[in-house]
């Protein structure tokens, strides 16, 4: 089974500060992994997305994300958050079949 | 525009009255699926399917059924709903790279 693990249920930036948001997943193969983003009131939309090859992988708005097997980690990051980031955030993991679980999310505060 | 559609966007029922949620893509995506979000819960994933006339259940399917006769469309059925199926619900829709492309979502309660 999989499984997808986001430790943080809320996360408090200041704007201009730098954001890491951490995911953990379980997942017996090689996993396909991906953040979505939340705005209120809207759907979700895909910020990036790792398959394989280079761990470090760029989205849109300025968001990265780093696959490390060894700790079974994905965690997004943003060297300096806007007022427009705050939303809630949520790592997925897929399997073969392309059907992805979800984590539980994390909502970003920003605080001007 | 590539997008996908559901409707209605807000729902009130009372528990019993069946409805219908429809879902619609127009990216001839071959997979589509049907989550639940509630508070401090995330995402659950309810149905989803991998091509037409072929479906499965995910993780909270008890109460909803679903088809898919076209390839396109994808609706979610509450038989008779319970109010603890008040919720906000999002289609989304894939192709075989795993780019899950969501919908607005709806809100449904259930009096």
């Known amino acids: 089974a999989q499984s997808v693990t986001q430790p943080d249920i809320h996360i408090t930036v200041s704007e201009g500060a730098s954001l890491e948001l951490r995911c953990n997943y379980s997942?017996?193969?090689?996993?396909?992994l991906f953040w979505y983003v939340q705005s209120p009131g809207q759907g979700l939309q895909l910020l990036l997305k790792?398959?394989?090859?280079?761990?470090l992988v760029q989205g849109i708005k300025g968001f990265e994300a780093e696959f490390k097997r060894s700790q079974s980690s994905f965690n997004l990051r943003k060297p300096s958050v806007h007022w427009s980031d705050a939303a809630e955030y949520f790592c997925?993991?897929?399997?073969?079949?392309?059907?992805?679980?979800f984590g539980r999310g994390t909502s970003l505060i920003v605080h001007p | 525009e590539a997008q996908v559609t559901q409707n209605p966007r807000y729902l009130i029922t009372v528990t019993g009255k069946k409805l219908t949620v429809t879902c619609s893509q127009n990216m001839n995506h071959e997979y589509m699926s049907w989550y639940r979000q509630d508070p401090g819960l995330g995402l659950r994933q309810i149905y989803y399917?991998?091509?037409?006339?072929?479906?499965d259940k995910g993780d909270v399917p008890e109460g909803y059924k679903v088809s898919r006769k076209e390839k396109r469309n994808f609706p979610l059925i509450l038989e008779s709903p319970s109010p603890n199926q008040t919720s906000l619900y999002f289609c989304?829709?894939?192709?075989?790279?795993?780019?899950?492309?969501f919908g607005p979502g709806t809100r449904l309660t259930v009096t």
């Open positions: 399917s991998m091509n037409v006339e072929v479906t």
């Open positions: 989304a829709s894939s192709n075989r790279d795993s780019s899950w492309y």
């Open positions: 790792y398959f394989s090859g280079d761990t």
């Open positions: 997942y017996g193969a090689t996993p396909y």
């Open positions: 997925a993991v897929g399997p073969f079949s392309y059907i992805p679980t």
